[in-house]
């Protein structure tokens, strides 16, 4: 989202009740992008912002997600075996132009695998040794490798420490993340009952 303070604040809350308003519409991301694209044009702020619109489905021990980025960068997956993945979809950020494209994903986490979602506040923190290189995708991205299999919260509380730490005492962007993922498998009985 452009901008900070009172205005941001104003345009995040008028977002959030608009996607409210649209939550019956929620499976088709297309018109839930363009109708609050409308609602953000015909405003009197002339703000934009941009988001990942993400809806999910537990399908057995797998989580479905669909993923649509209007502007936004695009969220990464966690795999159990370590691998980090970018989500392919993109898209025009909303409240700027007549009308948004964006590209939707459909990503199937299984068990202990996470979707990173996540703001630019966390890969533009500027710190570092000399405190002016930025934190960065791939440090976020070689931290992401080192949390597979880690619940989602776990994996939100290491990211934002790292950032953190990358910043020292610097000022910083907002640093916003949201993981959604898929339960490991639960440890199997052992038989007899014994342990």
């Known amino acids: 989202m452009a901008g900070k303070g009172l205005d941001a604040a104003v345009l995040t809350g008028k977002i959030r009740n608009t996607l409210h308003t649209l939550l019956p519409l929620a499976s088709d991301h297309q018109q839930v992008l363009g109708l609050l694209n409308g609602a953000l044009l015909t405003s009197h702020h002339t703000r934009f912002a941009t988001m990942v619109l993400a809806s999910v489905k537990r399908h057995g021990s797998d989580v479905r997600l669909r993923l649509t980025s209007a502007g936004h960068m695009p969220p990464l997956v966690v795999r159990a075996g370590g691998g980090v993945e970018e989500v392919a979809t993109h898209g025009t950020l909303v409240g700027a132009l007549p009308s948004v494209t964006a590209r939707t994903a459909e990503v199937v986490l299984g068990p202990g695998e996470t979707c990173l979602l996540y703001t630019d506040g966390i890969t533009e923190a ?49 640093m916003a993340t949201v993981a959604i993922g898929a339960p490991g498998r639960a440890p199997s009985a052992v038989p007899g009952g014994q342990v």
């Open 126 to 174: 500027r710190g570092g040794p000399l405190g002016d290189e930025l934190f960065g995708e791939h440090r976020l991205r070689r931290a992401l490798a080192e949390c597979a299999g880690m619940p989602g919260e776990a994996i939100v509380e290491r990211v934002q420490m790292l950032a953190a730490q990358w910043l020292g005492s610097g000022s910083h962007d907002d």
